[in-house]
């Protein structure tokens, strides 16, 4: 007797709220600036592009079969405090994500991340059946909420996020707190640094999860070849942590996993230092510039380490969206991020940032 396929469908995979990418420039008669997707405000590493362009005559052949050659350039880039058999690579830094839920979380564990935050820890650790703890970041500065998160920890508790810089608010976790986390997280929970904006950090007591790493601590930091890089349309990305957490992770490392192309100028950029130096200058300056704007114009944003700002703007967040989309200025309500009323506005190269500052002035002058 035939059943309705739908009786096997898993029911945490049902209709929920999904990811949604920043949206792609429209046509239009007008330029268009791009301030919604954190995207390099220079554009790719030209060495990487070379490197992808070079190998375009044998895309006829499966690529590397492993991706240890990539490995290996990490831990050059790394100046070798860790070692190859450390890292992890993947698709994107979000497929990382995707691989490390799949290797440690089962039907009915727990995952742990603090909103307003980057959407995928949710919605990705819904496809393995666990159970979504949310513990939101303290109002109003956005801060970890370190004693909620531990208090939240259960024995089913497998996996948590934490992010710093932070994407949608640019706030980053101190030194300090870190420490005094990790002294107190079970070493039986995988934590997951999202660290992806961490060469925009300049804080003089921000930390990446290298410290944690060379402690032995159950840690992996996340990592993607889209912002300081320029290869959002690759679709690179890495993690590190301990050898014996790799190794493992490596059980579902899918073989030819990573494309030719994407391997070529991943380590192309790797090598391309002019090209990150001149693009963290590039942040750093937009950053005080425009926060020096949001000053000027009495508009409430955070403190960012990040190559973006989150602001409370001065209409609603779609209308706001909607006049500076007007004025040719493209950004991101965060809604879906966990900040409710809040946008998410990009730094860009020089000529993008003197067009959104006309564009604000502009619709602050109508206000």
Known sequence: MNKDITRSFKPFLQPKEVYKGGKNIPPSNKKIYKLSSNENPLGASPKAVRAAKAILDKVDLYPDQTDIRLREALTADFNNEITADQFITGNSGSEVIDMLLRAFVREGDEVIFSNPCFLPYAVFSRWYGSKQIDVPLKAPNYELDVEGILNAITAKTKVIFLTTPNNPTGTYIP???????FKRVPKSILVVIDEVYRHFADAEDYVTALHYV???????GLNSFSKTYGLAGLRIGYGYTTATIANYLRLIHKPFLLPITSIEA???ALNDHEFISETV???KEGRKM????FEELNIKY???QANFFIIEPPFPEMEFTDKMMQEGIMVRPVTQFGAPGKVRISIGNKEANLALIKALENIKTRD
């Open 175 to 181: 030194k300090l707190v870190l420490d005094e986390f």
């Open 214 to 220: 060379k402690q032995g601590y159950s840690v992996i």
């Open 266 to 268: 991943a380590i192309g």
């Open 281 to 283: 200058k590039t942040v």
């Open 290 to 293: 425009i926060a020096d704007t």
């Open 302 to 304: 955070w403190p960012s």
